[in-house]
């Protein structure tokens, strides 16, 4: 589903390096993955962009596709004369970058998939679906409501209990500013759209790192072990005792895997 106009995208970058493109989550602007990439900073330029309608980025012009999202992320790319780059995601920031490592194979040198799925037959039932309608009526809850709400153990059963730091950096974030509720319901049509077709895994040829939590009610660790198996030559990490929000509850552990696959693959920063 293709837009008529496509945003300027807001962005933050945290330390020197080679370029390592970080694509954030549902309803979350860059903040989400500041944590994960100061642990990055000393070795990585990491640019933190805002999706289209989230933080500081404008919207775009009506409806749009995961496939938007990307070229999104590719023409900041363009913008900051970054040739070849690596590139993370998290849950629906890794449904885009599978779009972009497909769309640009050859800029980009290396993927790495954090608590996401695929589109397909084969994906359903290994992730718990929710409504639009659902998904509307939390963005009604005040933000201090809708902050708790979203952050208990349906969602995230490790994070409150086992990682408190993580949890208050969340909490503050989440009720500091609640994303604007129409804009939400154009990502989640973007991702339900997503993950109704078949993306083809297989014709990745970008190296893989998949990382999962072993508790992850999101999308569960099958979801990863499915990635892996389906894109050649992906490497599979399982975090244990942690879930969806593992790339903050264990930032050093995942800035440190993250560290030792990328390092391998980047071009020479600046």
Not at 24 to 47: C, K, M, N, Y
Not at 112 to 119: I, Q
Not at 168 to 176: I, K, P, Q, S, V
Request: aromatic content about 8%.
């Amino acid at each position: 589903m293709k837009t008529d106009f496509s945003p300027v995208l807001q962005y933050r970058t945290i330390g020197q390096g080679p370029p390592l493109l970080g694509l954030t989550g549902f309803a979350s602007a860059h903040w989400l993955l500041e944590p994960l990439a100061e642990v990055l900073a000393d070795r990585f330029q990491v640019i933190l962009p805002d999706h289209r309608g989230t933080g500081a980025s404008p919207p775009g012009a009506g409806p749009y596709g995961v496939w938007d999202l990307a070229e999104d992320a590719c023409r900041l790319m363009d913008r900051l004369e970054i040739r070849r780059f690596c590139v993370f995601g998290v849950s629906m920031g890794g449904m885009v970058a599978q779009h972009l490592a497909l769309r640009a194979a050859d800029r980009v040198a290396g993927l790495a998939l954090l608590c996401t799925t695929s589109g397909g037959r084969e994906f359903d039932g290994l992730y718990p679906q929710v409504a639009e309608q659902q998904v509307a009526a939390l963005y009604r809850l005040p933000p201090e409501q809708h902050a708790r709400v979203i952050l208990e153990p349906p969602i995230s059963p490790c994070l409150k209990p086992f990682y408190p730091e993580a949890y208050g950096y969340l909490l503050r974030h989440r009720r500091a500013r609640l994303e604007d509720r129409e804009e939400v319901i154009r990502q989640h049509r973007a991702m339900a759209e997503f993950l109704g077709q078949t993306f083809p895994l297989e014709a990745l040829t970008v190296p893989t790192l998949v990382l999962a939590g072993a508790r992850d009610p999101v999308f569960p660790p099958a979801n990863s072990r499915l990635l892996a198996q389906k894109i050649r030559g992906a490497r599979l990490e399982i975090l244990p005792g942690t879930d969806h929000m593992f790339f903050l509850e264990r930032s050093r552990d995942v800035g440190e895997l993250l560290a030792a696959f990328f390092s391998t693959l980047s071009d020479p920063g600046p």
